[in-house]
């Protein structure tokens, strides 16, 4: 146990299945860090379970007992989990799947979504609480696995909150990324709205890119495609300054300054999480092929082909092309082709267990969320037993982070009756 300031830590890292349908085969490392309040730390305290966004993003790591970590603290034992192929469990990135066959990586990375991170969970849940069930926050695609949980194991689970992550239950990628595009154009007529000198700064950077060979710090070339991607950053409440700080300094003299190739690299890169580059795969369920859905609805609206003006930014999409020219991507190209051509998908949402579902479950949901669909979320809401839905556009897609202890606490009081 280490202590940092008002919480007490404690690291676990359990061996699981890499295939959970056969438990005596080849095994992984997933992590977990367990945080109580210091003061707290000998008692035996209820269980939440913190399931991180992405798909890809490790578990928080943190610095203090503040935010919505201070408050579940006041009342729980937490675990910070860091899902199957992140952070310190069994990592998925470049560097681990090197030299493996197309076909191999692909069967590979079918074993690190949600069904398999909910199966990892009952088997740590099984080990530390004895077999009690435990209580579970799903942010964004954390609220996808929440519901994964629900028609898994609903045993498993006391009561589950979700910020800006109800996922559609049937809907396909093709339909989840046709809604994408509209909320992400009118994200970019906020920001050009707000900085109206970036429509100009962003077309001369576009203009140079075409014409001139960019190379960012790893050697990836700067095309004007991967610089549109800087909007994935746009349905956060801190976006579209990150964006327009980053733009500010691109210049020095007639050249691209190195701080800005960085900060491109580093927000673009996909270093330490190819597994959200590679996320069409948790629209996956039946016979449907995802088929590079986000690729294919883009010809749907023209206002985001590159000769455009105002040049747009894209959003949370995945393209094939950045499996070819983004240095930690290329690995996963030939086996992001078939996970996109597969259609033998496992369900990953039962939607008659869900319908009867028992536990609370109180979910926020951010009216102008840009990555997960207001209007789906409240359809699943409608769908889903014993469900209490907060609609608010006080907060973007990051409320939880932003918001900290009072978003995270009005849903405890939702579950509790208090409010």
């Known amino acids: 146990m280490i202590k940092i300031p008002g919480l007490a830590i404690t690291d676990h890292t359990f061996a699981m299945p890499l295939d959970h349908t056969d438990p005596q085969g080849p095994t992984i490392d997933v992590f977990a860090r367990e945080a109580c309040a210091v003061d707290k730390a000998g008692q035996d305290l209820p269980w939440l379970v913190y399931l991180q966004g992405g798909p890809g993003g490790k578990g928080p790591r943190p610095e203090s007992a503040s935010g919505w970590l201070g408050h579940a603290v006041k009342t729980h034992r937490v675990l910070l989990l860091d899902q199957r192929g992140t952070g310190r469990s069994t990592p998925v990135t470049a560097q681990t799947v090197r030299g493996m066959e197309p076909a191999a990586l692909a069967r590979y990375l079918r074993l690190f979504r949600a069904d398999s991170i909910v199966a990892d969970a009952e088997l740590i849940r099984a080990r530390l609480t004895g077999g009690a069930p435990w209580e579970t926050l799903g942010q964004s695609y954390g609220g996808f696995i929440t519901l994964t949980y629900l028609s898994q194991a609903p045993q498993g689970l006391r009561a589950c909150y979700v910020t800006g992550g109800l996922p559609g239950l049937t809907a396909t990628a093709e339909e989840t990324y046709a809604r994408t595009y509209p909320r992400v154009a009118a994200k970019n007529a906020e920001y050009y709205r707000r900085y109206p000198q970036d429509v100009a700064a962003v077309r001369a950077i576009a203009d140079h890119l075409d014409s001139t060979d960019v190379r960012l710090p790893d050697g990836d070339r700067l095309t004007t495609r991967r610089l549109r991607t800087l909007g994935q950053a746009f349905g956060m409440s801190d976006g579209y300054e990150r964006v327009h700080w980053m733009l500010e300094d691109a210049w020095r003299g007639g050249e691209l300054s190195d701080a800005f190739r960085y900060q491109v690299m580093a927000a673009t890169g996909f270093i330490d999480n190819p597994i959200y580059a590679l996320q069409e795969f948790i629209y996956g369920q039946g016979a449907a092929a995802t088929g590079w859905a986000a690729h294919r609805a883009m010809a749907a609206y023209p206002q985001f082909a590159e000769d455009a003006d105002p040049l747009l930014f894209t959003g949370e999409m995945m393209y094939p092309w950045m499996f070819r020219e983004i240095a930690a991507l290329t690995p996963f190209a030939a086996a992001a082709d078939l996970l996109a051509e597969a ?21 926020a949901v951010y009216f102008d969320d840009m990555y997960v669909d207001a209007d789906l979320q409240v359809q699943t809401a409608r769908s889903v037993g014993n469900t209490r839905v907060w609609v608010t556009n006080e907060y973007e897609h990051n409320g939880l982070r932003a918001g900290g202890e009072h978003v995270l606490g009005r849903l405890m009081d939702m579950v509790a009756g208090r409010c």
């Open 343 to 363: 259609a033998d998908w496992p369900h990953l949402y039962d939607p008659a267990r869900l319908a009867a579902n028992d536990v609370p479950l109180a979910a």
